[in-house]
């Protein structure tokens, strides 16, 4: 399972910075590309190209000659809408044109758990779930998975949408005994999105083998993907935490406290 050339944007982020040590084994060249700087410099089977994504012409250009992308890149927390607009919205637009016109035939989408946020947490659900985003970072991820679904019916381009839960080095607190996703996982998944073939557009949860959990992942589970890690083991740290009042959006949510996040300022 390797490729010539593969894509990440988003890679000085706190995931890009974590794949881009443990994707290398799948491509000859990782092009690694960021609004933000990037430490260190590239180093072999590496290319660095800064690129804002809300800049069309950029992005066109960075898509030259790649085989696959790992679109990380955006604004990942709730925001005023304007930001959201030019870094998510603009920019899934842009990748999909640019891998139009490059002839690019695979995408995997960091979508979010922010897509299906207004879910209850006694409620579970499957990715064919009727969206409900809780906030506007929420609506840039659902309306990116309507984009990949678009590319590929129009133009037969391959995406799969990872409705990412909590992906940090560990659950940092009750909600994300549900919704982590070990970095280990993570690197699998995505993997599993780059070589599975004839993905069409799947929609995908992005978690590990949690043990109270909110998502059917059957359809990561058709592309081979088998958590190995669960949140399990952090328990006790977690429940040592004080409580969280059952009024807390943190308890009721899905999403969180994002469902609660704005408006900012007007
Ligand atoms: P992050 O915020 O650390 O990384 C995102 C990167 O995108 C940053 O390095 C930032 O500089 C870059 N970026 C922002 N605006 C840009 C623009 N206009 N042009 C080019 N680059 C731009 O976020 P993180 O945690 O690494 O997440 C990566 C992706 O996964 C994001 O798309 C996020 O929405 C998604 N995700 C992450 C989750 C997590 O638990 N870490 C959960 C759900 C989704
Ligand atoms: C996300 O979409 C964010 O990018 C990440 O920072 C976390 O807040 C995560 O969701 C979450 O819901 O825990």
Request: net charge negative; with cysteine; glycine share 8%.
């Amino acid at each position: 399972n390797k490729l010539h050339r593969i894509l990440l944007t988003g890679a000085a982020g706190g995931l890009g910075k974590v794949l881009r040590e443990r994707l290398q084994p799948y491509a000859d060249v990782l092009r690694l590309s960021d609004i933000a700087g990037m430490a260190p410099a590239a180093g072999p089977h590496e290319e660095v190209v800064p690129c804002d994504l809300s800049d069309k012409q950029a992005v066109d250009a960075l898509l030259a000659d790649c085989d696959a992308i790992v679109h990380l890149g955006g604004v990942s927390v709730e925001r005023p809408f304007e930001e959201i607009l030019e870094a998510n919205i603009r920019g899934i637009f842009h990748v999909y044109e640019a891998a139009r016109r490059h002839d690019v035939k695979r995408v995997v989408f960091a979508s979010s758990n922010h897509v299906i946020g207004f879910y209850k947490q006694d409620e579970h659900i499957d990715a064919h779930a009727h969206r409900r985003p809780d906030g506007y970072y929420g609506l840039s991820k659902s309306f990116g998975e309507d984009m990949a679904q678009f590319y590929f019916d129009r133009y037969g381009i391959e995406t799969v949408s990872i409705r990412i839960g909590s992906s940090f080095p560990e659950p940092l607190n009750r909600r994300m005994m549900s919704s982590w996703l070990s970095y280990r996982d993570l690197t699998t998944l995505i993997e599993k999105c780059l070589f599975t073939p004839d993905v069409k557009h799947t929609v995908v949860y992005g978690m590990s083998d949690n043990k109270v959990v909110w998502w059917d992942n059957s359809a990561a589970a058709k592309l081979g993907f088998a958590p190995q890690d669960s949140s399990e083991p952090f328990r006790e740290k977690v429940e040592a935490q004080p409580p969280v009042a059952p009024t807390d959006p943190n308890a009721i949510y899905q999403g969180g406290a994002f469902t609660a996040q704005g408006p900012f300022g007007d």
